[in-house]
Antibody, heavy 118, light 109 residues
Framework: QVQLVESGGDLVTPGGSLRLSCAASGFSVTDYYMSWIRQAPGKGLEWVAY????????YYPGSVKGRFTISRDSAKNSLYLQMNSLRAEDTAVYYC???????????WGQGALVTVSS | IVMTQTPLSLSVTPGHPASISCKSR???????????LSWYLQRPGQRPQLLIY???RRLSGVPDRFSGGGSGTDFTLTISRVEAEDVGVYYCMQGMDLFSFGPGTKVEI
């Protein structure tokens, strides 16, 4: 049974850093492309990071490029999102998601809330 | 790729059909001949769930009252007979050039 469980969400001050984790079970994170997708309070979905099956291709949208880093650990079967220089507009629920055929996301975690505020 | 959806809000009657339009600013037809447009439903207080990928392929377990269609830049999600459990926000997403979502369509009974 596929499961994704995020952790690490917290309240952080502007300019601070935070690392989110996503523990996967029921599959190996190295067998699928993975992404982080966020949702600001009351808003829509925004994709924020992608890592390929091989792990050597990584993409970010312009809104987080240079501040966020996606990575994975095969031994811990986990996905991570390192977030630096956080801004108020980064406040959101962050979901990790597993890639599916058709460049879609078939499995999502329950989400981790990140609040950036002084 | 900018994605738009209409309407942004939809009031539906159980047992009646409903449809949502999704448009992209550029064609979602990839060089491999496939079109990477997917649909998601986010029920209130829940995580998003994939309904349809590659325009019209229903994920296993998704009721057949949900169908997707379209090509190029214009796509539609249709619910043949709306049920109460179908309320929530529907998002289209393109995967042709990285990923981007439409603004969402809120469906209410």
């Amino acid at each position: 049974q596929v499961q994704l469980v995020e952790s690490g969400g917290d309240l952080v001050t502007p300019g601070g850093s935070l690392r989110l984790s996503c523990a996967a079970s029921g599959f190996s994170v190295t067998d699928y492309y993975m992404s982080w997708i966020r949702q600001a309070p009351g808003k829509g979905l925004e994709w924020v990071a992608y890592i390929s099956v091989s792990g050597d291709t990584i993409y970010y949208p312009g809104s987080v490029k240079g501040r966020f880093t996606i990575s994975r650990d095969s031994a811990k079967n986990s996905l991570y999102l390192q977030m630096n220089s956080l801004r108020a507009e980064d406040t959101a629920v962050y979901y990790c998601a597993r890639g599916s055929p058709g460049w879609a996301f078939g499995y999502w975690g329950q989400g981790a809330l990140v609040t950036v505020s002084s | 790729i900018v994605m738009t959806q209409t309407p942004l809000s939809l009031s539906v009657t159980p047992g009646h059909p409903a449809s949502i339009s999704c448009k992209s600013r550029q064609s979602l037809l990839f060089s491999d001949g496939k079109t990477y447009l997917s649909w998601y439903l986010q029920r209130p207080g829940q995580r998003p769930q994939l309904l349809i990928y590659e325009v019209s392929r229903r994920l296993s377990g998704v009721p057949d009252r949900f169908s997707g269609g379209g090509s190029g830049t214009d796509f539609t999600l249709t619910i043949s007979r709306v049920e109460a459990e179908d309320v929530g926000v529907y998002y289209c997403m393109q995967g042709m050039d990285l990923f981007s979502f439409g603004p969402g369509t809120k469906v209410e009974i």
